[in-house]
């Protein structure tokens, strides 16, 4: 609903089309004192789009804009984006229109404000504008009045009135390429469609891939341009959000680029709008391969405000720029610049809710990162492999955990626990059991004193949530292994010969609980060959009426003849319980393989040596060669030392350049090949890349090529993500 009373609309109306048709304006509005007498509101505006969308709706009477400015001094005040030539970094004017407000006051009473826009590159508002513009204001004044005289209210409706007003407005000219020549205001109500669908698309994009392809097909296509790119700030320097078009030159010229170099992309981010006709070697495109002019326009992104509503006084910070390039010369209309202002709004809050978004994911998967052992130590006689998954319906962290400690004697302690919920509150309630766990672990404390210890523990600490925690402590010299449980599922073995059987345990009772009798554990002995599987309630429940049913089901599915094939098993599991619907609650895999004390069918066993190389250690790959030469020698097999060093040094460097990790080496001797594992942070998996035709091609592809090599030389290689980056494995054949 609108204005309620008639005659006050037609008042409102009359003076409207009176203000638009003294100043030649493109639109004129009236805002009236809200009934609390807090905030001015918008009652009508009429005049043709985009320039009837550019008014504020409600304007706080201590805000900056010519409104407020107006009702409060009682006098003129101009609001142009032509002053802004010293606005501050990061205050986003993207409207190219002036404003002028008068108040509308008589005597001692003031009921509110009349605004005309015009375009910014008009005639400055000299006295005479004023003037005319005050004299209808104090007409609107008077006959206002005199309807408050005879009981009428008022105040703007809920919703203002929208006048398309044509006659003396600027309104009436024809952008060319939009709508019917001759029909008034059908250039800018097309002009308003693809702002309607960019919105709409927007609403519903989560990546920056997403927002990209929205802008192709709702900025970049109705425009005619040629390149797009979203750039972003961290107040130092650009970095190229996303880009599309024949981008490759914009983003080589403004990924890394320095603020506070002079351009047209830095003067945008000072919140001006830039639109160039005709760019020349200067420009943001100046290496396209035809070089000659082109057209570019760079627009502020704005981020959130108090009020949403820039027009309305309040200051947006400027979070990034939408760059343009159009071929050829072009000219850009005032209601062109007008629609491209209100699109970069929308861009600007898209843009910032994915980087919100974006920002809160990366601080989970750093926390989780964190919490999560950075590498598995391995004993000669006991290979490791683990997997974590984090909940997809929820936040993404979560309180599941695992854990491998060596210990004396040859042994080694798997542990694996579930901090109820999926919360903040679990992550951090995990890391405390964690560090627990592996403090009286390292202590060499039996399992069930582990337990017991880490129960009391959690019981004092003030949390409400229950942890549940499997322990196992193998000794690989011969085979023992001692469980103990605190209300967790049983582990798993899988013999050499296939049958699958569980670890039995007493249950006892989750961490957190109080309770007077001790950890009751068991002890089992494992044969050469055997597989010890640990997991989490998040990897069975969502799939299972019988949850130890499908981890047996899921242990039985994989072939594994050697420890080198552990990797490939986990591997095997992570397809089937890795699809985001399936993933309610977070989960984790531990798996180990027990060669035995002569391996499995070998008369020794497997021989193993490690190495770390630290995070921007670039020499790292040099010791990374000799350290395998070393190894090769000391296990007589020099003949395969040529080639792998050339597959560690590629490797190895592509972790450092692109993971920006700390590296862990392990090699490992079978009987009938050498296993090279490298591992890192970085959790995408590398892509073999040939040389491509195109520059931008091969730029991207760079890390892939070094996998080329290894294909070369005969290594058999493979990537697994372990829940804290990536493992990459080459198999050499002996």
């Known amino acids: 609903m609108g204005i309620q009373d008639e005659d006050l609309a037609m ?8 203000a638009m048709h003294a100043l030649g304006a493109a639109a004129a509005a009236i805002h009236l004192l809200s009934s609390d007498g807090t905030r001015l509101e918008l009652a009508l505006t009429g005049g043709g789009p985009p320039s009837l969308f550019m008014v504020p709706a409600r304007v706080r009477l201590d805000s900056t804009g010519s409104c407020a400015r107006a009702f409060a001094s009682r006098g003129a005040a101009v609001s142009a984006q032509a002053d802004a030539a010293g606005a501050p970094l990061g205050q986003a004017l993207p409207h190219p229109y002036a404003a002028l407000s008068v108040p509308v006051t008589v005597e001692d009473r003031r009921f509110g404000t009349v605004t005309v826009l015009c375009a910014a590159s008009c005639e400055a508002f000299g006295p005479a504008h004023r003037g005319r513009l005050q004299r209808a204001g104090d007409r609107l004044a008077a006959a206002l009045a005199e309807l408050a005289e005879r009981g009428t209210a008022v105040t703007a ?9 044509w006659p003396g407005s600027d309104m009436g000219e024809h952008t060319p390429g939009w709508g019917v020549p001759g029909a008034p205001g059908s250039a800018g109500t097309s002009m308003m469609y693809p702002v309607r669908r960019l919105t709409e698309l927007l609403n519903r994009a989560t990546t920056p891939d997403g927002i990209v392809e929205a802008a192709q097909g709702c900025i970049m296509a109705p425009f005619g341009a040629r390149a797009l790119a979203l750039v972003t700030t961290d107040q130092a320097h650009l970095w190229v959000f996303g880009h599309s078009g024949a981008s490759s030159g914009m983003v080589r010229h403004l990924h890394g680029a320095r603020t506070d170099a002079q351009s047209p992309v830095t003067e945008a981010l000072r919140g001006l709008p830039q639109f160039l006709a005709a760019s020349g070697p200067t420009g943001v495109d100046s290496d396209r391969p035809d070089g000659g002019p082109h057209a570019e326009a760079h627009l502020p992104l704005p981020g959130s405000t108090r009020s949403g509503d820039p027009m309305a006084g309040e200051q947006q910070t400027v979070i990034g720029v939408c760059c343009l390039t159009f071929p050829g010369l072009r000219a850009f209309s005032t209601e062109e610049r007008a629609i491209l202002g209100m699109m970069a709004q929308s861009l600007g809050a898209a843009v910032e809710r994915v980087e919100l978004g974006s920002q809160q994911r990366e601080v989970a998967r750093c926390l ?15 290979t490791t492999a683990a997997r974590y998954w984090p909940a997809t319906a929820t936040s993404k962290v979560g309180g599941d955990w695992y854990e491998a400690i060596p210990l004396p004697d040859e042994r080694m302690a798997l542990v694996v626990g579930d901090v109820e919920g999926h919360s903040m509150e679990s992550a951090a309630v995990m890391g405390q059991v964690r560090t627990a766990v592996a403090a009286y672990v390292s202590e060499d404390h039996p399992p069930t004193t582990v337990i017991d210890r880490v129960g009391r523990l ?15 402590v193998l000794d690989t010299g011969d085979g023992t ?9 049983s582990p798993l073995v899988r013999h050499a010969d296939g049958r699958i059987d569980t670890l039995e345990a007493p249950a006892n009772v989750p961490l957190g609980v109080a309770v007077n009798d001790p950890c009751q554990g068991r002890e089992h002995r494992l044969e050469a060959g055997s597989i010890l599987m640990l997991y989490s309630n998040g990897l069975v429940d969502w799939d299972a009426t019988t949850p130890e049913a499908r981890a047996r089901a899921l242990l039985a599915s994989g072939s594994v003849t050697t420890g080198s094939d552990l990797e490939q098993l986990a591997d095997h599991i992570s397809a089937d319980v890795s699809h985001p619907q399936q993933r309610r609650d977070d989960a984790v895999l531990l798996v180990g393989r027990y060669e035995g004390t002569g391996g499995a069918g070998s008369q020794a066993a497997p021989r193993v040596g490690g190495m770390l190389i630290q995070r921007g250690d670039m020499q790292g790959a040099g010791a990374a060669r000799a350290f395998v030469d070393d190894r090769l020698h000391t296990w ?14 590629e490797v190895v460097t592509n972790a450092l350049i692109h993971a920006g990790s700390d590296v862990d080496v392990r090699i490992r001797a079978f009987d009938d090949h050498v ?16 040389l491509a035709l195109s520059e931008e091609d091969n730029a991207e592809a760079e890390h ?10 005969g290594g058999v290689w493979n990537s697994f993500p372990n829940g804290c980056g990536k493992n990459v494995v080459v198999d050499m054949p002996l």
């Not at 892939?704 to 030389?713: C, E, K, S, T, Y």
């Open 11 to 18: 008042v409102l109306h009359a003076a409207a089309r009176e």
């Open 368 to 382: 989780q990162r964190t919490l999560l052992p950075p590498r598995l130590p391995e004993l000669p006689r006991l």
């Open 636 to 649: 007589g097999r020099p003949d395969l030392s040529d080639s792998l060093q050339l597959i560690t040094s």
């Open 675 to 690: 296993r090279l594992e490298v591992r890192d942070s970085r959790s995408n998996p590398p892509v073999p890349s040939p």
């Open 704 to 713: 892939g090529r070094g996998l080329l090599i290894v294909d070369a030389l």
């Open 481 to 489: 292994a001692e469980v103990a449980l605190a209300g967790h599922p």
């Open 458 to 472: 959690l019981t004092t600490s003030g949390t409400e949530l229950t942890v549940t925690c499997c322990v196992v």
């Open 157 to 165: 409706g809920p919703v203002p009135a929208l006048v398309p007003i």
